[in-house]
């Protein structure tokens, strides 16, 4: 456990030092609006942060990163999140969870089943890895691989 000193606390953001609630804060952002959305990178990422979705995109910086946020799931509005697993060990924090993706309308875009590893520096995530299968319907498993 992290201790604090009082100097230490007036730099405080509005997150805390602990990685694994970095990412959750980071993560249950995403459950507001789109404009909440897109205002947690600037509050959780760095200019220089390196978001890799494994197979399929990987983002630089805060920018790059809203940008993808805009784009996909198309039609994405709001996420919540069911997480499964969160642990850190040190700066390191691993997750395990389900993402479902909603429309403005509330309607369900998209579900992934998602594992992931983030790196925590200073209260911001600076580089994170996400693994994941999407599926349709969030109640159904994907099917084995052949």
């Not at 494994?54 to 509005?77: C, H, K, N, Q």
């Not at 691993?94 to 509330?106: C, I, K, L, P, Q």
């Not at 983030?118 to 693994?131: H, L, P, Q």
Request: aromatic content about 10%; hydrophobic content about 40%.
């Amino acid at each position: 456990m992290d201790v604090m000193t009082t100097s230490d606390a007036t730099h405080q953001t509005t997150t805390t030092a602990d990685p694994s609630a970095v990412v959750r804060q980071f993560l249950e952002r995403w459950s507001g609006s789109k404009a909440a959305v897109l205002a947690s990178f600037e509050e959780f990422f760095t200019p220089e942060t390196v978001w890799e979705n494994v197979g399929m995109v990987t983002t630089v910086g805060i920018d790059e990163a809203r940008a993808l946020a805009e784009s996909f799931p198309p039609g994405f509005e709001t996420m919540t999140v069911d997480f499964k697993f969160i642990e850190s060990r040190g700066r390191f924090v691993f997750t395990e969870r389900v993402d479902d993706f909603y429309s403005a309308t509330g309607e369900l875009i998209v579900s992934g089943r998602v594992a992931g590893v983030a790196e925590v520096v200073d209260g911001r995530i600076v580089e994170m890895r996400e693994y994941f299968i999407l599926t349709e319907d969030p109640a159904e498993p994907s099917p084995p691989a052949t």
